[in-house]
């Protein structure tokens, strides 16, 4: 494939929606609150020649993207007025992943991603190409011959892509039930990321409606202001609510997760179905993160931190299971990632550091809530009431903060208002830290961190506030030769146990 080659004219369209999908706030506000005309023709006209000149623009992108393989390198051209060239050495690509959109699936092509080590930025991606071309990218650039397509491939072969895989064994394999992927929607940690995109969106609407309309409506149907902006909060929790309900189904509908010779392949999604490969060698560290809605049924979610980048562009991280029975983690993770399976004698922070603890989790409110109040509203007494939830906090995090060695692997279970547990080999710690200040010095005490690649930066995992032998004791052991330290254990740790299990012994 040494001949500059254009993308299937489909990918015009689909660069196009992309703009679209990005200017979609915008241009809903245009259509239904106005550019200050009070014609309506003039409002679809501008609405619609917006669109024309995405499209427009997609079409020209389209004509100027060019892309071929040779001498070992994916060469890829584009640009109107400014021509840009990118060339990216075989040697430097990490993995390579094919996803497949509705429109995509529609001519039967697909969507081909090339990920380098780094910053995102440095990789490539060709939005539109047959299931041939990309298995020809994929073999001139793997260096090896190309097998029929399966999911290690990275080529979805679920239903309406046209090839045929070979089925993984039973053992293999990992499925996201329908029960559980409504149990992950309803409980979904992203409601306040979805609660920040609805606000802005009201925001910008509210700056386009008249203060005397809005006063209007609330004389007509509302009997108070209280009752107007109570309806108003209450209606933008439910619609963030449902946003990240449907966002979570559309997101992880159809998720399996395959176990393969060199790695993981993560397929899921409803409209784009992507495949995202993962090679062992690239993984990090493996992060149980139990939120705050799903604890209490015993729910988890299971993340990897690997090398490079995350199941999402900025993201740092890839979801392996997106719910999953805190029962079940042991033998998920024996399964799939046996590498990471450990039991660890555990440590704790002492006594006399929960204090700390305490006022770490007070010190926001009284800051923040407490102090404002008091110096603007004369109302301090109203964010005192959060007082005891930043109490009871600071103790659950006193109680749940468990660190370990085994062999050559720690773990590290901390919480924020999640309960998360890290375990992370000791050759993938790219920089571990050992940090006391003043205060902690007063107490004997001290904090570990291990940090590891993760994403365009890197991931930490810190715990806090341990005694300063026993942290020493941590640093020392994540040096390259050392071993594991003599530190006398309060508990054993299993993934996805919290406290001691009787019958297991200690690592």
């Known amino acids: 494939m040494f001949e500059p080659r254009r993308q ?100 039967g092509l697909v969507s081909l991603t090339v990920q380098t080590a780094g910053d995102n930025r440095s990789g490539a991606e060709i939005n539109a190409l047959t299931k041939e071309d990309a298995a020809q990218i994929k073999e001139l650039l793997n260096g090896e011959r190309q097998q029929p397509a399966t999911p290690a491939d990275g080529i979805s072969s679920g239903p309406g892509t046209g090839l045929e895989a070979t089925e993984p064994q039973p053992d293999e394999a990992w499925v996201l039930n329908p029960r559980h992927l409504i149990i992950a929607a309803t409980t979904a940690g992203s409601f306040g990321i979805a609660l920040s995109i609805i606000g802005t969106i009201f925001s910008q609407v509210q700056q386009t409606i008249d203060e ?191 660190a370990g060695i085994f062999d050559h692997t720690v773990v590290i279970r901390s919480r924020a208002l999640a309960l998360t547990t890290a375990i992370i080999r000791k050759h993938r710690i790219q920089s571990a830290d050992l940090v006391a200040n003043p205060f902690q010095r007063r107490l004997d005490l001290a904090s570990f961190t291990a940090t590891v690649a993760s994403g365009n930066s890197g991931h930490s995992f810190t715990a806090q506030d341990l005694d300063v032998t026993t942290a020493g004791e941590f640093f020392h052991w994540a040096a390259p030769g050392n071993h594991i330290p003599d530190i006398e254990t309060e508990e054993t740790f299993v993934p996805g146990f919290a406290g001691k299990i009787p019958g297991v012994p200690a690592g």
């Open 8 to 107: 299937h004219p489909v990918a015009a369209v689909t660069g196009a929606l992309r703009s679209l999908r990005e200017m979609l706030i915008p241009l809903i506000i245009v259509l239904f609150v106005g550019t200050g005309s009070d014609s309506q023709i003039i409002n679809l006209s501008i609405a619609m020649a917006f669109i024309a000149f995405l499209f427009i623009g997609g079409v020209v992108r389209w004509y100027r993207f060019t892309y071929r393989v040779e001498d070992d390198e994916l060469r890829i051209e584009h640009g109107l007025m400014v021509r840009k060239k990118k060339y990216i050495p075989k040697d430097r690509i990490q993995v390579i992943d094919v996803r497949s959109g509705i429109i995509q699936r529609m001519f």
């Open 212 to 402: 005397e309309e809005m006063a209007e409506y609330m004389e007509r149907f509302i009997l108070s202001a209280g009752q107007f902006w109570v309806t108003i909060i209450l209606g933008l929790v439910i619609a963030a609510w449902l946003l990240s309900f449907f966002g979570t189904l559309i997101r992880f509908y159809n998720f399996r997760l395959t176990k393969q010779k060199q790695g993981l392949i993560v397929q899921s999604g409803l409209f784009e179905q992507k495949t995202l490969s993962i090679p062992f060698h690239r993984i990090q560290a493996v992060r149980v993160v139990e939120g705050i809605l799903r604890q209490p049924f015993g729910y988890a979610t299971v993340y990897l931190e690997s090398a490079g980048y995350g199941d999402e562009a900025g993201n740092q991280s890839t979801i392996i299971a997106p719910l999953i029975k805190k029962r079940d983690l042991q033998h998920f993770i024996a399964q799939m990632l046996p590498e990471f399976d450990v039991s660890a004698g555990a440590v704790k922070p002492p006594k006399r550091s929960r204090f700390r603890f305490v006022f770490r989790s007070v010190r926001p409110i009284l800051l923040f809530l407490v102090v404002p109040a008091l110096i603007f509203l004369d109302l301090a007494w109203y964010p005192l009431l959060l007082l005891p939830f930043g109490i009871w906090l600071g103790i659950r995090r006193y109680l749940d903060l468990t």
